[in-house]
């Protein structure tokens, strides 16, 4: 297992107030939290987890640092990647070569007014005759474990737009009810992000059908910050400073392009062949922190509130 990396704090005196007042992260206990959680990650039988300081954070503060969260976060996690073991033995930007260049998914170059880090996704660029449903998932799934290793991202947080311009049946009928009931557990129990604001434009009258499937699968949280502004692209304006919003969305900044993004993506091959190698490799262990547990494998809540000078 990897050990500590020696983490080194790089949050700005105004984030770290914000991290401590929204996330209830404490600079003075950070090392003892990180340990905790790691210390806890390596008595699990049959779990191979990432246990550097980086990694073991970014879960940390998805769950405002409470041990028990945190811990059943990473625990889902792994447990997805063993379910759908097929799919993350190719999740490398070099399988989504195609998806990547044609614009599916990336990031707006400045983040919006909260903050938060914006990912594009437009699926109505999605090539049917050469990719996948699951090859969509993945390039959104590498674009988000990307991004989720900054540390202001951590902080303030994710925005997806959905422009689903150009959408047709031929996409949504993609769109069963076993990869809806996949990508919302993942984004919502198993994956160490936060999403402040889930916009859909452009939505087309058979959408209804394919947010139908979603619905029922999502938190009540999560639906109070979903909003349909349709061809009202202007709206976006209230979340992201006109100037750095693409013109086709109503903005002045010039028309949003993905290079970028894809570029840097694709040169991360190597990173992603690396985190390949951690996993569950015995799904027959008890992950359920129910019922009577050794208090040394149980820290509910925060590490601040042990008594540990």
């Known amino acids: 297992?990897?050990?500590?990396?020696?983490?080194?704090c790089?949050?700005?005196?105004?984030?770290?107030k914000k991290a401590k007042k929204e996330l209830s992260e404490?600079?003075?206990?950070?090392?003892?939290?990180?340990?905790?959680?790691?210390?806890?990650?390596?008595?699990?039988?049959?779990?191979?987890?990432?246990?550097d300081d980086a990694f073991i954070l970014r879960f940390l503060r998805a769950r405002k640092?409470?041990?028990?969260?945190?811990?059943?976060?990473?625990?889902?996690?792994?447990?997805?990647?063993?379910?759908?073991?097929?799919?993350?033995?190719?999740m490398k930007p070099s399988y989504v070569k195609e998806a990547l260049e044609d614009g599916v998914t990336g990031m707006l170059e400045h983040r919006d007014k909260e903050g938060c880090k914006v990912i594009m996704f437009r699926p109505g660029r999605w090539n049917t005759d050469k990719y996948?449903?699951?090859?969509?998932?993945?390039?959104?799934?590498?674009?988000?474990a990307k991004v989720i290793q900054e540390e202001e991202t951590q902080i303030h947080g994710l925005r997806m737009f959905l422009d689903l311009s150009n959408?047709?049946?031929?996409?949504?009928?993609?769109?069963?009810?076993?990869?809806?009931?996949?990508?919302t557990g993942l984004f919502q129990e198993s994956f160490p992000s936060r999403f402040k604001g889930i916009h859909y434009i452009h939505e087309p009258a058979f959408?209804?059908?394919?947010?139908?499937?979603?619905?029922?699968?999502?938190?009540?949280?999560?639906?109070?910050?979903?909003?349909?502004?349709?061809?009202?692209?202007?709206?976006?304006?209230?979340?992201?400073d006109e100037e750095y919003l693409p013109e086709e969305y109503g903005g002045k900044?010039?028309?949003?392009?993905?290079?970028?993004?894809?570029?840097?993506?694709?040169?991360?091959?190597?990173?992603?062949?690396?985190?390949?190698?951690?996993?569950?490799?015995?799904?027959?262990?008890?992950?359920?922190?129910?019922g009577k547990v050794d208090a040394t494998d149980s820290l509910p809540g925060s590490f601040k509130k042990l008594n540990v000078d």
């Open 1 to 8: 297992m990897a050990s500590s990396s020696g983490y080194k």
């Open 10 to 16: 790089t949050l700005s005196p105004e984030l770290l």
């Open 26 to 51: 404490d600079p003075n206990t950070t090392r003892q939290e990180i340990k905790a959680l790691r210390e806890r990650l390596e008595r699990i039988p049959g779990l191979k987890a990432r246990t």
């Open 65 to 90: 640092f409470d041990q028990e969260k945190a811990f059943t976060l990473v625990m889902n996690f792994y447990k997805i990647k063993f379910e759908h073991a097929d799919m993350f033995a190719t």
């Open 132 to 144: 996948d449903v699951w090859d969509m998932f993945k390039t959104n799934y590498m674009s988000l």
């Open 167 to 183: 959408l047709t049946w031929t996409h949504a009928k993609q769109i069963t009810p076993t990869y809806a009931k996949c990508i």
């Open 207 to 240: 959408f209804d059908y394919v947010f139908s499937l979603l619905k029922p699968l999502l938190k009540k949280k999560i639906i109070k910050r979903i909003h349909f502004h349709g061809p009202r692209v202007e709206e976006l304006r209230e979340y992201v």
């Open 253 to 290: 900044a010039p028309p949003f392009s993905n290079k970028s993004w894809a570029d840097m993506l694709l040169n991360c091959e190597a990173e992603f062949e690396e985190d390949m190698k951690y996993g569950m490799v015995d799904m027959t262990l008890k992950t359920s922190t129910k």
